[in-house]
């Protein structure tokens, strides 16, 4: 959110799409996930398609937002790599929910924020960069709605996909906030679409399709494949058996 107002909508957009391929890059280097060419084709899809509506969005809107910055860019860049590690480590410590439900998780991070981040308002009301008011009551209801319904409960609902299928899965489902937005604006506010807005929704959903199909193949033909380029890599292939539906549990 910081880089919004230092760089363009944009820039931040794409950015932040590269989160897929943290997560990527992460299992693969820190929790020896095997290497999937379709995962891999399904993250640069997604990214195109990612992409492709940022910049179709600054071609049709106003020039009077904020401009290219590289402080924005770098943060921008910084929160995605952050996310990636987030939900890579979620992934790997979180093994069964039976032992640490989500909301217990989610609920004790409520509670060290609340604990610890309250001082912080303080010196920004006293610094000036924020001012510290109460809001009022219409505002309050709006607050506490989006707290709930567009933080905790989609938090809970993605920190449980994130279980039930994989990091790289449960990451590339959040993109598929393009189409339903492109969706929204053609049949809420008869907003006229582009070739490059939809093309991209398309890319994007595409992506989201490949990696799971990525999953559905694996014990066939695909995965042989993919034991033959590790081959090639590491030496002679070896039949391990199935993974698990997780792509970082062991």
Known sequence: NLSLSLTSVASNTILSSTSSMFVFLIGLACFKQRFDPLKLLAVL?????????????????????????????ALALLGAALYGAYTSLLSACIVDEQTFPMPMLFGFV???????????????????????????SKSLVYLLLNSWIGTNLSDVLWA?????TSPLIA???????????????????????????????LLVVLGFVLVNTAELLRGGCWARLCRACRGLQQGPLSDSPLESTSDLRP
């Open 45 to 73: 899809i997604t990214f195109a398609g990612a992409t492709a509506v940022a910049l179709d969005d600054t071609d049709t809107s106003p020039k009077d937002g904020p401009g290219h910055s590289f402080y924005g860019d």
């Open 110 to 136: 409520g509670v060290i924020v609340l604990l610890t981040m309250w001082p912080l308002l303080l010196v920004l009301d006293w610094t000036g960069v924020e001012s510290l008011e109460l809001p009022s």
């Open 160 to 164: 449980q996909s994130v279980l039930l």
């Open 171 to 201: 990451t590339l489902g959040l993109s598929l906030t393009i189409p339903l937005a492109m969706l929204s604006d053609c049949f809420l506010q008869s907003s006229r679409l582009t070739w490059n807005y939809v093309c991209g929704a």
